[in-house]
């Protein structure tokens, strides 16, 4: 063995010592993460009420009465509920559609490993913006800005969902294979065609996944967006709930957990087809 | 081969930086086309770092690269026209896992390709993309996606990405390491051929020794980023391994 790699007794006494040390540090930094979680939990629960007594008195009993006034489900209006669902669904295809094409651009441009600081710190910013607004917050903005209705749901599905797509599309351009792009660069193709022929088909399966995941999730947004006005079966329930018709309420949560279930499942098969485990 | 295509490449006195560490000192020899050029060297010594200077990727810190007939590396439009003329094949092999042999191989016609088209690649360039992938033996695994071949079949299909380029400068970054000796013997035996009825010209590193002085005309040594050695293969004999290796 060449002598500047042989592992000597001096060496190896050297580095027990550093495992040692190493492990201590190792175990003092897993006990005070553990710590510092477990404080967290009960701090937030606590300052919130979480343990306050009081606060349970009436609830079980409360629970209890709500659900004995909707039992059984009345499915007796179900022929009325046909275009609030299919409002529904298309609210969530079209605002995840318009945010995915706006999501892409934005992900690329906003990516630090391919765009420099003047480029990626406004675009985080408006990811940012979109995102820490609700799309219940923006739904009520484009209601008063289109009307009542499906459209003002779509825009308020859209704006929210770029802001999401965006930044999962930024981080997903931060970690693709470097080696494709370099030799494409080394190539003189120019930066559209690295994005276009070394970064997209490293990101497609999963930019497909995370829109199908947020296609579903726009589905359960789109239920609650016709509280506000933005169309959609939603509006159905809080009607009911208001004309304390709880029996029809129940109803339109099961049609709801129907269409759910439907689009998850469907949305899990196509998802399997992008990551290529069916092909 | 277009002969106006044929290459000569001078480097005089390059130093290049990575990290702000000075990988390559004061490096100076010239490239022909019609030659094999094989660079050895301990590991780190930066000889990876000298491919990619010579392909642009790691800009020169000193010194100059000048190809004949087109003027200095350190010229933007220089450098874009010699991209394009060249290929590499990298150690880390750029090839995108998900993507199938042949669509791999159609990569190496990206820089030909409108970014916008819904079907970038032709079909004349599907046809030659296959017959690339013939001369590695690949052309019955066209449609399986290179994660799935092994390390051997994935560093052929990096070869069949650049000769498909029909480059007039080939640079390989240890391109035979996980290639059985048997197909190494074959691909130096086409390498050659290439080389003679194209008049390219083709670097490589290579720490197999034996595989360098086969397939070399020319042998460049570095050591502590600098040339210790340059001259014929057939030069390069056991004192030169010595003050290459230091062994």
Request: overall charge negative; aromatic content about 14%.
């Given at each position: 063995m060449n002598e500047e790699r042989a592992f000597t007794p001096v060496l190896e006494e050297h580095y027990e010592q550093c495992l040692d040390q190493w492990r201590r540090k190792r175990s003092a930094v897993r006990y005070l993460v553990v710590l510092g979680i477990v404080a967290l939990a009960v701090g937030s629960f606590g300052n919130t009420?979480?343990?306050?007594?009081?606060?349970?008195?009436?609830a079980a009993a409360t629970v209890v009465t709500l659900l004995r006034d909707s039992i059984p489900p009345d499915f007796s209006r179900c022929h009325s509920w046909m275009r609030p669902i299919i409002d529904t669904v298309l609210m969530g295809v079209a605002g995840t559609l318009l945010s995915t094409l706006l999501a892409i651009p934005l992900g690329l441009l906003g990516a630090r490993t391919l765009c420099p600081m003047i480029v990626t710190t406004p675009i985080h910013l408006l990811l940012n913006a979109l995102r820490a607004i609700p799309s219940l917050v923006w739904g009520i903005l484009f209601v008063a800005a289109f009307g009542f209705g499906s459209l003002a749901g779509v825009f308020a599905l859209a704006a929210h969902s770029t802001g999401m797509l965006g930044k999962f599309f930024t981080e997903l351009t931060e970690h693709v294979e470097p080696g494709p792009l370099q030799a494409l660069r080394s190539e003189g193709v120019s930066s559209l065609g690295v994005a276009r022929f070394g970064i997209l088909p490293q990101l497609h399966p999963r930019m497909a996944d995370v829109s199908l995941y947020r296609f579903e999730h726009n589905i359960r947004e789109a239920t609650t967006l016709g509280a506000v006005g933005?169309?959609?079966?939603g509006l159905e329930i809080v009607t009911a709930f208001h004309l304390f018709e709880y029996r029809e309420a129940l109803a339109l949560l099961l049609v709801i957990l129907l269409l759910v279930t439907v689009i998850d499942a469907l949305g899990a098969k196509v998802r399997r087809v992008f990551l290529g485990e069916l092909s | 081969m277009d002969p106006t295509k044929t290459m000569k490449i001078r480097v005089e006195r390059l130093d290049v930086k990575r990290s702000n560490r000075l990988i390559l000192k004061d490096i100076s020899f010239e490239i022909a086309g019609g030659e094999v050029t094989v660079i050895v060297g301990r590991s780190g010594v930066g000889k990876t770092t000298l491919l990619g200077a010579l392909n642009g990727l790691f800009p020169c810190s000193a010194g100059t690269i000048s190809i004949l007939?087109?003027?200095?590396?350190?010229e933007p439009r220089v450098l874009l026209e010699h991209q394009r003329r060249l290929a590499t094949v990298f150690q880390e092999r750029a090839l995108i896992g998900r993507l199938s042999a042949l669509d791999n191989v159609l990569l190496g016609f990206a820089g030909a390709c409108?970014?916008?088209?819904?079907?970038?690649?032709?079909r004349e360039q599907e046809r030659l993309a296959i017959r690339a992938l013939a001369s590695v033996g690949l052309a019955p695994s066209a449609r399986s996606r290179v994660e799935r071949l092994s390390g051997g079949e994935q560093q052929r299909v990096g070869i069949a990405r650049a000769l498909v380029r029909e480059p007039s400068l080939l640079l390989g970054d240890e391109p035979f390491s996980s290639v059985d000796p048997a197909f190494v013997r074959y691909l130096c035996h086409e390498f050659r051929q290439l080389v003679e009825n194209t008049k390219l010209a083709v670097v490589l590193t290579l720490h197999q020794l034996a595989t360098a002085r086969a397939v070399a005309d020319r042998v460049i040594g570095l050591c502590e980023g600098t040339v210790v050695f340059n001259g014929r293969s057939p030069e390069f004999d056991a004192s030169a391994e010595r003050l290459v290796f230091g062994t």
């Open positions: 009420g979480g343990f306050a007594r009081d606060q349970y008195g009436s933005a169309g959609g079966i | 007939g087109l003027g200095e590396l350190a409108s970014p916008f088209a819904l079907n970038p690649f032709s």
